[in-house]
């Protein structure tokens, strides 16, 4: 067997990698050198290493939330595939669970789900990596990471230090942190707090309590939730399918806008004149001051259908919010498509919609 090249890290690495190998939109030209990273200690070294040489880094976790350019990535992509987890009771019915950044985020889940705990389950069949979760402050079905974080071990870029950072200190929020699209830090390992008692969080999102059958804000046994939840995510396509390419993409493309109240009157006028007076326009409180639009339905509205246009890319056949790779597509095709809807939803609405995934080389 031949051994891989040492780097200067004293890791073992390849070069010219094609990314579309690890990113579930299947795009991505090479990466300039890759290293597997199998232990917190590892991923430290390699990026520490590559930072003193000033050399650009990509940290990849799952490639879930990636778009990377098809010149690939000039620097040294560390895959996160650190390992392990471990309970603490905290008492009082609560336990904490500490998992290693490296972990696939659902298969986490599931065995919280399997071991009776609650907290997760509205999170299930997302794809990807535990130590990405906070990153986006990952969120379905009316649960986020943030509700459930308690903290997160660092590799903290700037000083080279580990450091630990509870959730308030993180910046949390609508599928953001302060740590996305940003150099500054590796997440190495993530603390939640969940409940041990076999029952889910109280559901909160409509369609789930409707599947459910229970009001909202009810709580049913943690594997109930869990079924539901990946059942009505895969009538989306957004449990991973090699097999489907409408699950071929980063989940939902563009984020739902945020109006501040202030704007919303003008943004509902421009949208009543274009669809008439009477089609009641889907809107949801974010936070004092602040609505929420549905993307899905302006991209719908504005006159995008679901597998829109269905050559090399398309929208999902299953989810307008999902921009997918039909089989012989290039990251330039996706993001062409997506300017053609963000473009077409700005003159239909003025609203600007805005990208969900790190976009790696390129931009829209
Ligand atoms: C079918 C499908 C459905 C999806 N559904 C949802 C959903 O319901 N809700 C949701 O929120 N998201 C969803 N997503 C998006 C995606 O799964 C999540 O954002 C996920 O957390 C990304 O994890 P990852 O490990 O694949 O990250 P990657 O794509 O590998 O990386 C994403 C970003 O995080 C950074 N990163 C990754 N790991 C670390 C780390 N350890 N430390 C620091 N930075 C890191 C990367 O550098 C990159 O900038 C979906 C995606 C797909 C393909």
């Known amino acids: 067997m031949t051994s891989l090249p040492l780097g200067a890290d004293g890791i073992a690495s390849r070069t010219a990698v094609p990314l579309s190998g690890h990113t579930t939109l299947r795009l991505g030209g090479p990466a300039a050198r890759f290293v597997a990273a199998g232990s917190a200690e590892e991923i430290a070294a390699a990026v520490r290493t590559a930072d003193a040489g000033s050399e650009p880094v990509l940290v990849l976790g799952g490639g879930s939330n990636l778009v990377v350019a098809d010149a690939g990535f000039p620097g040294t992509v560390v895959q996160v595939a650190n390992t392990g987890s471990k309970i603490d009771?905290?008492?009082?019915?609560?336990?904490?669970?500490?998992?290693?950044?490296?972990?696939?985020?659902?298969?986490?889940?599931?065995?919280?789900?399997?071991?009776?705990?609650?907290?997760?389950?509205?999170?299930?069949?997302?794809?990807?990596?535990?130590?990405?979760?906070?990153?986006?402050?990952?969120?379905?079905?009316?649960?986020?990471?943030?509700?459930?974080?308690?903290?997160?071990?660092?590799?903290?870029?700037?000083?080279?230090?580990?450091?630990?950072?509870?959730?308030?200190?993180?910046g949390l929020g609508y599928r953001t942190s302060m740590l996305k699209g940003t150099e500054r830090a590796v997440v190495l390992r993530v603390r939640f707090e969940l409940a041990d008692g076999g029952l889910s969080a109280p559901i909160r999102y409509t369609e789930l309590a409707r599947v459910l059958g229970v009001r909202q804000g009810k709580q049913v046994p943690v594997d109930l939730a869990r079924a539901a939840v990946l059942e009505l995510r895969r009538g989306k396509g957004m449990v991973l399918d090699p097999a489907d390419h409408d699950t071929w993409s980063v989940g939902s493309f563009f984020t739902n806008p945020q109006v501040p109240d202030h704007e919303l009157p003008g943004v509902l006028a421009r949208i009543a004149a274009r669809v008439g007076e009477d089609v009641p326009v889907p809107q949801y409180p974010a936070g004092v001051g602040t609505s929420k639009l549905s993307a899905a339905w302006l991209i719908e509205r504005a006159g995008f259908s679901k597998g829109h246009p269905g050559h090399r890319v398309a929208l999902s056949t299953k989810h307008t919010l999902a921009l997918t790779n039909r089989g012989d597509a290039s990251t330039e095709d996706l993001l062409a498509l997506a300017r053609e809807v963000r473009d077409g939803v700005r003159v239909a609405f003025g609203v600007d919609l805005q990208p969900e995934p790190v976009l790696v080389g390129c931009s829209l």
Do not use: F, H, K, M
Not at 135 to 140: E, F, K, L, P
């Open 89 to 170: 009771s905290l008492g009082d019915g609560r336990v904490a669970l500490t998992v290693e950044a490296g972990e696939d985020w659902d298969a986490v889940v599931c065995r919280t789900v399997e071991a009776g705990l609650g907290g997760l389950e509205c999170l299930s069949g997302i794809p990807g990596s535990v130590g990405a979760t906070p990153v986006q402050n990952v969120g379905a079905y009316g649960v986020e990471v943030a509700q459930l974080l308690i903290s997160v071990d660092l590799l903290d870029r700037a000083s080279g230090e580990i450091r630990t950072l509870g959730v308030d200190e993180l």
